[in-house]
């Protein structure tokens, strides 16, 4: 009787085996190399989204500081008229961004401003993207408010 309540014990205590924790440990690192790029691609499409969405807000800023003042932010007071009045802003009832602060882009770089715009737009408003630099593709494209 004390042997068979020995053996039972020892087969309840029984461990997994070197290859079967190799098995799984090789299962793993397939499903990681198949589902991890795929997870990266869509963060990178997440944080497009959200500069897109951001410049959008900033864009709705810029309107309602023209209607105010009677024009958009020169290109020297930047987007900072925002949430600081220029001195040559007469009319100004900011800030006209909720946070009281510019935001960056979703890779913590600053939002570029130009007025005039290129091709006819009033102003640019973009982010470079990943990269931080003009062109680029995909998570590096530039990202715009008129296309």
Same mark, same amino acid.
């Given at each position: 009787?004390?042997?068979?309540?020995?053996?039972?014990?020892?087969?309840?205590?029984?461990?997994? /085996?070197?290859?079967?924790?190799?098995? !799984?440990? !090789?299962? $793993?690192?397939?499903?990681?190399?198949? !589902? =991890?790029?795929?997870?990266?691609?869509?963060? =990178?499409?997440?944080?497009?989204?959200?500069?897109?969405?951001?410049?959008?807000?900033?864009?709705?800023?810029?309107?309602?500081?023209? $209607?105010?003042? =009677?024009?958009?932010? %020169?290109?020297?007071?930047?987007?900072?008229? $925002?949430? %600081?009045?220029? /001195? /040559?802003?007469?009319?100004?009832?900011g800030p006209y961004l909720k946070k009281g602060e510019v935001p960056k882009?979703?890779?913590?770089?600053?939002?570029?401003?130009?007025?005039?715009?290129?091709?006819?737009?009033?102003?640019?408003?973009?982010?470079?993207?990943?990269?931080?630099?003009?062109? =680029?593709?995909?998570?590096?494209?530039?990202?715009?408010?008129?296309k």
């Open positions: 009787m004390r042997i068979q309540s020995q053996s039972r014990r020892s087969a309840a205590q029984r461990g997994f /085996s070197l290859i079967e924790l190799m098995i !799984v440990l !090789v299962i $793993l690192g397939l499903i990681a190399g198949i !589902v =991890g790029p795929q997870a990266m691609k869509y963060l =990178g499409k997440g944080k497009t989204q959200s500069s897109k969405v951001q410049i959008e807000n900033i864009s709705a800023a810029l309107d309602m500081y023209r $209607l105010e003042v =009677g024009s958009y932010p %020169t290109t020297a007071d930047g987007l900072k008229a $925002l949430v %600081t009045a220029p /001195s /040559s802003a007469r009319g100004w009832n882009d979703a890779w913590n770089n600053e939002y570029q401003y130009k007025r005039p715009g290129s091709n006819g737009q009033p102003y640019d408003l973009l982010s470079f993207g990943a990269d931080g630099a003009a062109g =680029g593709e995909n998570e590096d494209a530039d990202i715009t408010l008129w």
